[in-house]
């Protein structure tokens, strides 16, 4: 049966076909890239997206380690660590409307007895500074504030309570400098090798102890997993990995010896040293005006931080044991003494004559208080500190065959470079020279070039001179062990909780250098005939201390009108010296007066003895040193 021609319809033309087959191809494609990717995100990806959501949930909060402890020499804890609650901002759930942020810090000040504006700036040069981390809005909060902002959390958005181990300083001020202070790390801290594995908003060693030895004291933090709900609020422990504390730090330090020479320094700015001579190890080391560094574990306010630093108030946070450039006075006597002996201008025998004055160019240069020592050799010349003796070493060490004898000797003592303490901060000094001064002069930063008379002031430590008491202990030590100049150190060991030694630190000298052993010996009599024979600068100080010693006075005048600094060192015990002691006070006058009494107070502790101090002098001075001669403007001296 054939159907009509009407109901036949027209043949599909080959484009229109080619079109569909050509919808019907992608159209397959996309159903098998959605069945494909569909069946990767259930089959293959899972378990990925199982933990995801499962960490959605869950949230990983840090648990601090404690920092190891700072023990001295004998196991008494000098810096330990105690629990503290902070409260904290957390940058993410902070609100994102001004007016409500603002109203938030209103509440929290309220509660924390702060401004708005201290929270507000307070947190955002936090988040500034590391913006991924948590701001800190105030340390050691109370258990009642603790209590009220948990009971009424939906009120302080993004505020959380967290438990912190601050370090705490048993002895306040005793050694502050020495230890340092401890700090949130900073971005830039982050990107440095030395705190590989340190992460956002951990707490790392600023200055001090605490920085030099910071990957030992730092421990490891641990960790919890909490439950949240939707709202991420807390509904459950899931689990926790402990924290390991930091390692213990043993130091050389003698916390009674370091007690007693703050104290002893206490009336005046000032610094003291006990080094010992072969190994270097600082068993003391202070400085005047100290601070109280608990301050700087809750966080301290920036107008605080100012007067630490400000001199007027004596800049407490200034170590001047490593950090105090000063003329020395006389002490620097024994590096003229030195260059003069090993550069050959005179035997221990050589005999110059003091009239009294020494007249250089127009200038004359007198001795203190116009004092006349007649014909003398070293070894007198060192007892009664004689000015004019090494005035004329000076003004030979100037000349052309001699040129920068004395600077060339300090060098090799160690003055006017770092002594390589393991506390950062150390500041190199100054030992002026011609091509110093020179250099200044033509760039019109004084007003005339070197001249004889800058040598004759540097012959006994004054001028343009720069020396930390720690330069200066190492000098001594160095003449007193034979030619070995010391690095000084105050770490000793890593030790376990238990005091197990974990890993010993070996402290390297710096290098030696040659002393002829007679001259040597006869700058060491000078010395002790300087602390105990008829005449010496302080023989009556030392009067009936049954621990020998040798030492020099020093008195540095600093013109303007003020008050001379006044040095001592001694070495003790004489003839085989194990320690150096330094002590400077900045308005102390002559070196007998305070430096040298403060010098016995701190060898009676060290050796154990039982001791009332000096003598009252009849002449009402602690000694019978006078100053150094005043200091002559060198240029006069053409």
């Known amino acids: 049966m054939y159907l009509d021609s009407d109901r036949r319809g027209t043949a599909m033309s080959p484009g229109l076909a080619l079109r569909i087959a050509i919808l019907g191809g992608v159209a397959l494609v996309m159903f098998a890239i959605v069945f494909f990717r569909l069946w990767y995100l259930q089959v293959l990806s899972g378990d990925h997206y199982l933990a995801q959501a499962d960490n959605n949930r869950v949230r990983l909060i840090k648990t601090p380690a404690p920092r190891g402890k700072i023990v001295d020499r004998n196991g008494h804890t000098l810096v330990d660590n105690r629990n503290a609650q902070v409260v904290t901002i957390a940058p993410d759930k902070l609100p994102q409307n001004q007016a409500a942020k603002t109203q938030l810090y209103t509440r929290l000040g309220r509660v924390l007895h702060l401004t708005r504006r201290e929270i507000r700036t307070s947190v955002r040069d936090q988040l500034r500074a590391v913006p991924f981390s948590s701001a800190i809005v105030k340390t050691d909060v109370k258990p009642a504030v603790v209590a009220y902002l948990s009971e009424h959390q939906s009120s302080f958005p993004g505020v959380t309570v967290d438990k912190v181990w601050l370090r705490s300083y048993p002895y306040k001020t005793t050694a502050a400098h020495i230890f340092g202070t401890v700090g949130e790390v900073s971005e830039a801290q982050l990107k440095e090798r030395r705190n590989s594995g340190v992460a956002p908003g951990d707490r790392i060693g600023q200055s001090g102890i605490e920085a030099t030895y910071d990957r030992f004291l730092r421990g490891k933090n641990g960790a919890r997993r909490v439950l949240v709900d939707a709202s991420g609020d807390p509904r459950g422990k899931l689990g926790e990995v402990q924290s390991v504390p930091g390692h213990q730090l043993r130091l050389s330090l003698d916390l009674g010896v370091q007690k ?4 002893a320094i206490s009336g005046d700015q000032g610094a003291f040293v006990v080094m010992d001579i072969h190994t270097g190890s600082l068993v003391a080391l202070g400085s005047n005006p100290s601070f109280d560094p608990n301050s700087f574990s809750k ?8 007067s630490l630093y400000n001199p007027a108030n004596g800049a407490p946070l200034t170590d001047r044991a490593i950090q105090g450039g000063y003329p020395v006075g006389s002490t620097f006597k024994l590096i003229t003494a030195t260059a003069a002996l090993q550069g050959g201008l005179i035997t221990p025998s050589t005999t110059l004559y003091d009239p009294g004055y020494l007249k250089v160019g127009g200038v004359t240069f007198k001795n203190a208080e116009g004092a006349v020592h007649g014909a003398l050799a070293l070894h007198q010349a060192l007892t009664v500190s004689d000015d004019v003796f090494f005035y004329r070493l000076g003004l030979e060490a100037n000349s052309t065959g001699n040129g920068q004898l004395i600077q060339r000797w300090a060098a090799r003592y160690g003055l006017g470079h770092l002594t390589g303490i393991d506390v950062p901060g150390e500041q190199s000094g100054l030992i002026p020279s011609p091509a110093w001064r020179d250099r200044l002069y033509k760039k019109k930063l004084t007003d005339r070039p070197w001249t004889p008379g800058d040598n004759i002031n540097l012959s006994v430590g004054q001028g343009d001179v720069q020396v930390t008491p720690l330069q200066l202990a190492v000098a001594y030590a160095a003449l007193a062990n034979g030619g070995t100049v010391l690095r000084p150190h105050l770490g000793e060991r890593i030790e376990d909780a238990s005091g197990r030694v974990i890993q010993e630190f070996r402290t390297r000298a710096r290098r030696r250098i040659h002393l002829d052993p007679v001259n040597r010996q006869a700058i060491l009599d000078g010395l002790r005939s300087a602390a105990s024979a008829p005449g010496g600068t302080s023989t009556s100080v030392f009067k009936g201390f049954p621990i020998p010693i040798a030492g020099k006075t020093g008195t ?40 040298a009494p403060e010098v016995r107070k701190i060898l009676a502790k060290l050796f154990g003895v039982k001791d009332k101090g000096p003598p009252p002098n009849p002449n009402g001075s602690a000694g019978v040193a006078a100053p150094t001669a005043p200091i002559v403007p060198a240029g006069a001296t053409g």
């Open 556 to 595: 540095a005048e600093k013109g303007l009108g003020r008050k001379d600094q006044s040095w001592y060192v001694a070495l003790a015990p004489y003839p085989s010296p194990r320690y150096v002691v330094v002590v400077t006070a900045e308005h102390g006058g002559f070196g007998a007066d305070t430096a």
């Open 260 to 263: 007693v020479g703050q104290q």
């Open 299 to 306: 966080g301290i306010k920036q107008k605080t931080l100012d």
